[in-house]
């Protein structure tokens, strides 16, 4: 991993976006350094910071892989798009900790308040999938 090149990635995000980024990596549901690098990176290809390509390159195939499946194509539907995260548990615990922290953020002043019943209904999925490889 070129964590240089990461970094590059990650920067290109605004600052709002880079905080979000920083809690969600730092989140104590994520296992391995892959996961807290996916996280950090997670918004980038859906916001066309980069290409999945240029993830890869930085990152590592599986970061890259991770980050594709929290890309929300412009066909879906969002039950279509967490359909997809719930194959790779991976995915599906950074997408928790994603809620989690837009489900904090929503209570507070200028929050949006309007995601916080389609986050409730959906987290407890999300937590299901991400437990599908312990053993």
Known sequence: MDYEAVKVLFMRQDAQTRAHARRVAGSWILRTDDERVAAGLHDVIEDGHATFDEVEL?????????????????????????????????????????????????TRPNGRFDLLPRYLKNIERMIRASRRDDI
């Open 58 to 106: 930085a990152a590592s195939t599986e970061v890259a892989c991770i980050v594709a499946g929290l890309t929300r194509q412009r066909h879906e539907t969002y039950s279509q798009y967490l359909d997809y995260i719930t194959i790779h548990p991976a995915a599906a615990r950074i997408k928790v900790a994603d809620m989690l922290d837009n489900i904090s953020r929503s």
